[in-house]
């Protein structure tokens, strides 16, 4: 689910031809064409970076004692399912989606589809800050982008209000708000407190 690609899907012309490169993990499909039309970008992915993503926000869930449970890959509405660790306690479980963006200069936006809104409580979406991909690297090199990863954890309530059906995409766009509240452990903490975690302290 989640999402860590630049470019458009290409269209089909006629007498295309396909061509994948491998480059260590980095995926790049590319359609090749004896058209005059002017080439379009392919899709580039990098599947170990986007399934990170999910680990991740996995790890930051559980730093703050969240129990989290990875679910089965292409998982319908939700990625990880989240509950108290005490067992005796754990009477309520959060369903949480993940959405990742490799680009530092990516439109800090995400695609997420309006029937999977009844099927997860929360959005958490990592921006990976992995360097320049897009509009920035045509100046600038991979790594001058490169920075700390930032998560933003969305109530679906959020989603729903912010939700941008224009496109076919059907985006949230975040760029422009204020999202402040939601980000990294501010965020996560929204999870902890329905969940009735109190926060790690020693113990006498």
């Not at 997420?112 to 997860?120: L, R």
Request: glycine share 6%; with cysteine.
């Amino acid at each position: 689910m989640t999402q860590a690609t630049r470019g458009a899907t290409n269209s089909t012309v006629p007498e295309q031809t396909e061509a994948s490169v491998s480059v260590g993990q980095l995926y790049v499909v590319r359609n090749e064409s004896m058209s005059l039309e002017p080439s379009k970008p392919g899709f580039t992915r990098y599947p170990v970076v986007s399934h990170g993503a999910e680990y991740l926000v996995m790890g930051h869930l559980m730093r703050r004692n969240i129990l989290a449970y990875k679910a089965p890959p292409n998982n319908e509405g939700y990625d990880i399912i989240c509950i108290h660790p005490e067992p005796r306690t754990a009477t309520k479980q959060i369903r949480v989606q993940v959405k990742s963006r490799l680009a530092t200069d990516c439109d800090r936006g995400f695609p997420v589809k309006a029937t999977s809104f009844d099927a997860f409580d929360y959005l958490v979406v990592a921006f990976l800050n992995v360097g320049y991909f897009m509009q920035m690297r045509k100046r600038h090199g991979v790594l001058e982008g490169l920075r700390e990863p930032e998560f933003y954890t969305f109530p679906v309530s959020f989603i729903r209000e912010h939700h941008d059906t224009s496109s076919s995409w059907h985006k949230v766009r975040t760029r422009g708000l204020d999202i402040a509240a939601y980000k990294n452990g501010v965020g996560f903490e929204q999870i902890a407190k329905d969940l009735g975690i109190p926060y790690p302290e020693k113990r006498q």
